[in-house]
């Protein structure tokens, strides 16, 4: 079955309240802007090629705002499985694998793990310089990259989308109460995000804090630029109220 692209409220709808209670729907959030996003559309579409009885919808989280708020969408790459009107679960991040076998145990149909999974490693990847929170086997080990190569690759995870968040965990799981508080505050203000789990690489969460110069996490950047942690972010919020909006806008 091909990817269907929503294209309205009404047409998302229409589709998941016509189905037979025992349909799997798989349903994908994405933006233009996310460099992740680029990888998963390829992923995405190729997995609905080997799940013929299960429903896969593409949402533009930004064109279709409320849809994305109903399932309290901020960050983008972001995957939900219904069946019935029921969530079954929840992936947020680019991690092909992850998704592969998350469909492979949920779906009905005869297709073998083993062939989603295959799936999902000829799909056209990434490096994980542009996915953020992905854990592809393919990666480069820490022990093989130089210095000069980690802070290239970092460069370009600090902007990998307009807002990154380099936290413990991921939005839907934090792994611990800063990242859970500042993950908060960014959907309290309606801030869309990239985010990196940096529990998934080591090399990441020991070059960042030589990158930046800041010992701890979470870290939040916006246009590349270190704005601080939660502490920091909170004193900027209180000291301007629109200091989202206007950092974002620089």
């Keep these: 079955m091909s990817v269907v692209e929503i294209t309205s409220d009404s047409h998302f709808s229409e589709l998941t309240s016509s189905l037979a209670p025992t349909t799997l729907v798989a349903v994908y959030f994405h933006t233009p802007w996310a460099a992740p ?5 390829s992923v995405f579409k190729s997995l609905s090629t080997l799940h013929s009885s299960v429903l896969f919808l593409s949402v533009n989280a930004d064109e279709l705002p409320e849809i994305s708020e109903s399932f309290d969408i901020s960050a983008v790459p972001y995957f939900v499985m219904l069946r019935d009107g029921t969530i079954l679960k929840e992936l947020s991040g680019a991690d092909p694998k992850e998704l592969a076998a998350t469909i492979s145990a949920l779906s009905e149909s005869d297709a073998k793990p083993a062939e989603s999974e295959s799936a ?10 542009d996915a953020p929170a992905s854990s592809s086997t393919d990666a480069p080990e820490p022990a093989e990259e130089t210095e000069e190569e980690l802070n290239a690759r970092l460069a370009k995870l600090v902007k990998a989308a307009p807002v990154m968040l380099f936290m413990k965990g991921t939005p839907a799981a934090p792994q611990c109460g800063f990242s859970r508080q500042l993950v ?15 529990l998934k690489d080591d090399a990441v ?6 990158f930046s110069d800041w010992p701890t996490f979470p870290q939040l950047y916006i246009g590349g630029e270190l704005q601080g942690g939660l502490d920091i972010v909170k004193e900027s919020i209180q000291e301007d109220p629109e200091f989202f909006e206007k950092a974002v806008a620089e």
């Design 37 to 41: 996003c680029a990888q998963m559309n």
């Design 205 to 210: 969460r020991q070059g960042l804090k030589k």
């Design 120 to 129: 999902a490693a000829a799909a056209p990847t990434s490096s994980t310089a």
């Design 184 to 198: 908060a505050i960014l959907r309290e203000h309606h801030v869309r995000f990239g985010f990196f789990d940096i």
